[in-house]
């Protein structure tokens, strides 16, 4: 039988951060895949408080998954061998390979990069023999000099492995001009050589009035220009991490189901969130002052990576009276992961795992204590409501775990859910907590707000009455991937993007 054939590797790199390397990642996994194409996303090293998990249990940047997902495929953690999730602004836990190795300061994980290249070359590797074509996303700027000796992920990788190089630049901001042709004056020959092409991304207005500015970037380049990409609000996709939230992306649109989610210091998973911005009625906020909280129907605490800080913050800004408040006035909870933890009695982290040792109350609504002890909890599950549960749903429930820590029940156990499997393996095991008065529920299960049945169960009670029908939130995920994908192709050359593999590669 003939093999079908084997393609140059494609890396989308950046002028700097947050110009939109993961989206382009994402639509052109889906524009191949819809063209019969085995395409696999791929990012050595990824720095994100968003991460999932794939069916062995292992850690990766959300941002893969949902590129993954948009090519079809399951996610692997070959797609991201090196999660840096942030602990302070010094420090970061390194997740190598899926699993946690340790918490490391810059210089430290600097030094200690050289060691991890073999890793990330048989990660890729074993992408590139399983698929026709790696779609490769940079990190931050691709230009970064004084880091590019010890550089994993960007341009150093793409000479490497011999990628074909995109490099993608942000209009939005400004200076694309200096940005693009900033970029291209810093790389060495042999790595201009490589760039195939240049995309400017969200741009806003009449795109006849930038022609000129194409005709200049490419002339002065020397390099192709492969189109412009008009800024959308019409897909809603995954996000990777919390830039969005800083510069207030994600902002609402009017529904009759207010629900407010606490921004959280070091803030993460917070695309828990994504099927419910997706529900046609509810009116989604992110809220950081007290007064924030009036008429929501429901109060959301997403993860965090550092409890006890994002503990500190909610102090810091009177938020912990309000949500105290909130709730004493018949307002309704609902805590995910770290702030589950946040909702507990008392909250210690004896050996400094999230980052310095202490412990604190918490906010004193649910009866459970939590402790940051033992190994970190990565796995996929399915679950059912447990009875007690106030917006219970017939039928099995998908959800994922990851947090360090442990929490137990202080008195009566009131479970919110009750765990069936643990990666495939059948359990029967409580999980979650609900208050004595049913108006706060805390789960570490991520993505459980995915499922259609629990979601639509979910508006009803935060409501007291009749909700928005939740719809199909996966169906909807796959139009959004087709959407960005035909967004591609509308706004860029991609006739050239496919090149043949050489023998070497």
């Excluded at 947050?18 to 085995?38: E, I, N």
């Excluded at 220009?225 to 990777?240: C, D, K, S, T």
């Excluded at 997706?278 to 992110?286: F, I, N, R, Y």
């Excluded at 007290?290 to 994002?310: C, F, I, M, S």
């Amino acid at each position: 039988m003939k093999q079908p054939p084997s393609y140059r590797p494609i890396m989308v790199a950046g002028t700097g951060s947050h110009v939109g390397k993961s989206v382009v990642t994402m639509g052109l996994c889906r524009w191949l895949k819809r063209r019969g194409v085995d395409v696999a996303p791929f990012k050595a090293q990824n720095m994100a408080l968003n991460s999932g998990i794939t069916p062995e249990g292992l850690e990766i940047g959300r941002a893969q998954v949902a590129q993954a997902q948009a090519a079809g495929l399951e996610p692997s953690v070959d797609m991201n061998p090196i999660l840096l999730k942030p602990g302070g602004q010094t420090n970061s836990q390194v997740v190598l390979m899926g699993k946690p190795m340790g918490n490391f300061a810059g210089a430290d994980y600097y030094a200690l990069k050289p060691k991890l290249l073999k890793t990330v070359l048989d990660a890729f590797d074993r992408l590139s023999a399983a698929h026709q074509v790696v779609v490769m996303e940079g990190a931050g700027s691709c230009a970064e000099v004084n880091l590019k000796k010890n550089d994993l992920v960007n341009l150093p990788l793409a000479q490497r492995v011999g990628a074909k190089v995109l490099l993608v630049a942000d209009i939005d901001t400004g200076g694309v001009f200096a940005q693009v042709l900033g970029t291209l004056s810093l790389m060495t020959p042999a790595e201009r050589a490589s760039v195939g092409g240049v995309i400017v991304n969200k741009f806003r207005g009449d795109p006849a009035l930038f022609s000129e500015g194409m005709d200049y970037i490419a002339e002065q380049g020397q390099v192709p220009v492969l189109g412009l990409l008009p800024r959308f609000e019409h897909i809603l996709l995954p996000q990777e991490d919390g830039v969005a939230l800083e510069r207030g992306e994600l902002a609402g649109r009017a529904g009759s189901v207010r629900v407010g989610g606490a921004r959280l210091s070091h803030i993460s998973n917070y695309t828990d969130f994504d099927a419910l911005a997706a529900t046609e009625g509810v009116e989604l906020s992110w809220l950081e002052r007290p007064e924030e909280l009036a008429g929501l129907d429901l109060l959301v605490l997403p993860g965090t990576k550092n409890t006890l800080a994002a503990l500190a913050k909610l102090r810091a800004s009177g938020l912990d009276q309000a949500i105290r408040a909130f709730h004493s006035l018949g307002g309704k909870v609902l805590g995910l992961c770290g702030g589950y933890q946040l909702l507990g009695q008392s909250i210690a982290d004896p050996d400094g795992v999230e980052g310095r040792p202490g412990s604190e109350p918490g906010l004193g609504l649910l009866a459970i204590a939590t402790t940051m002890a033992g190994d970190k909890t990565t796995t996929r599950v399915k679950a059912r409501s447990a009875p007690g549960l106030p917006f219970a749903a017939p039928g099995e429930l998908k959800g994922y775990e990851i947090h360090m820590g442990l929490s137990r029940p202080l008195g009566t156990d009131r479970p919110a859910f009750r765990l069936a499997s643990v990666l495939g393996k059948t359990v029967e095991q409580d999980e979650g907590q609900v208050s004595p008065d049913g108006r706060v529920v805390g789960t570490y299960l991520h993505g459980i707000l995915d499922n259609d049945a629990l979601r639509a169960a979910l508006l009803a009670w935060a409501r007291g009455r009749d909700a928005p029908l939740s719809g199909d939130y996966a169906a909807f995920r796959e139009r959004q991937f087709d959407l960005l994908a035909d967004h591609l192709e509308a706004h860029l050359d991609l006739s050239g993007l496919l090149e043949p593999r050489a023998p070497s590669e």
